[in-house]
């Protein structure tokens, strides 16, 4: 096995080892990721002239927007959630254009959606995040173990009655 099949093997291990790890805030990052990869890819096929690694790379990207959708409850998600699937399709759709006509301004303006979806993502999961952290905080702050311990209690069972 030569150094390059290496790297890639050692590579795919990484990844699926994250994935099998990650929450679903991370496995939503993983994807758009993998989205973003895979235009990218599409991108270099298209202006070296690949066009099998083309068409590969943006069956790829549709395979994750299909992910994306199917993922997607629209039922507890409501006007957000319809919002989110229609541009998903939009983007599907504008990648088998790309596919079509090996246009990669298409691919490109794809890209740059994955891009700012994962980004807008990332922010909201980074505020969900410090939010749930300070509600721990001011539980811990307020709790009667935490009060008590703060009086110079040390808390066990007092058998003097």
């Known amino acids: 096995m030569n150094d390059e099949k290496k ?3 050692a590579q795919e291990a990484y990844r699926a080892n994250q994935i099998q790890t990650a929450s679903r805030e991370q496995l ?25 690694t083309v068409n590969e790379s943006l069956k790829r990207a549709q ?13 507890a998600g409501g ?8 541009l998903y399709d939009f983007m599907y759709y504008r990648l088998v ?14 890209r740059e959606m994955f891009q700012e979806l994962r980004n807008t993502w990332a922010e909201a999961i980074e505020k969900l995040k410090a939010e749930e952290l300070l509600v721990k905080q001011e539980e811990v702050r307020t709790s009667p173990v935490s009060a008590g311990s703060q009086s110079g209690h040390q808390g066990g069972v007092n058998f003097a009655g």
């Open 79 to 86: 006007e957000v959630a319809q919002n989110l699937l229609r």
């Open 97 to 110: 254009d790309a596919n079509v006509r090996k246009d990669v301004l298409l691919v490109i303006a794809v």
């Open 7 to 9: 790297v890639q093997k």
């Open 28 to 52: 939503l990052l993983i994807t758009y990721d993998i989205g973003i990869n895979a235009c990218k890819a599409a991108e270099e096929g298209l202006r070296k002239n690949e066009i099998e």
């Open 63 to 75: 395979a994750v927007l299909r992910e994306l959708m199917v993922t997607l409850d629209v039922e």
